[in-house]
Nanobody
Framework: QVQLAESGGGLVQAGGSLRLSCAAS????????MGWFRQAPGREREFVAT????????YYSDSVQGRFTISRDTAKNAVYLQMNGLKPEDTAVYYC???????????????????WGQGTQVTVPS
């Protein structure tokens, strides 16, 4: 059972930055994708960003493209989400996810990811 450990959430003023981190207990799978989803109160879960572990290809939602950057550290089995230019609408619980065998058309679908972290709160006051 893969464990995902997240850190880095908090409260930041609009326009500020935060960096989320997520370390996986193991990455012994092929065709791994790791990324982030978020869920705000009263709203549906939303895809944020993901990357393919092999090759590092990245994918973003339109709402964060150009402001957020997802990256990985292969030595630490870790993925990061650098969030710049934060807005109040970015307020949510952010979840780290890991999936295997995903094809491109499923990368933005939360149901395709088998492993989820416990979530970390990001708050941007209006």
């Amino acid at each position: 059972q893969v464990q995902l450990a997240e850190s880095g959430g908090g409260l930041v003023q609009a326009g500020g930055s935060l960096r989320l981190s997520c370390a996986a207990s193991e990455l012994s799978f092929s065709s791994v994708a790791m990324g982030w989803f978020r869920q705000a109160p009263g709203r549906e879960r939303e895809f944020v960003a993901t990357l393919r572990w092999r090759g590092g290809h990245t994918y973003y939602s339109d709402s964060v493209q150009g402001r957020f950057t997802i990256s990985r550290d292969t030595a630490k089995n870790a993925v990061y989400l650098q969030m710049n230019g934060l807005k109040p609408e970015d307020t949510a619980v952010y979840y780290c996810v890991l999936g295997t065998g995903l094809i491109t058309s499923t990368l933005r679908n939360g149901a395709a990811y088998k492993y989820w972290g416990q979530g970390t709160q990001v708050t941007v006051p209006s």
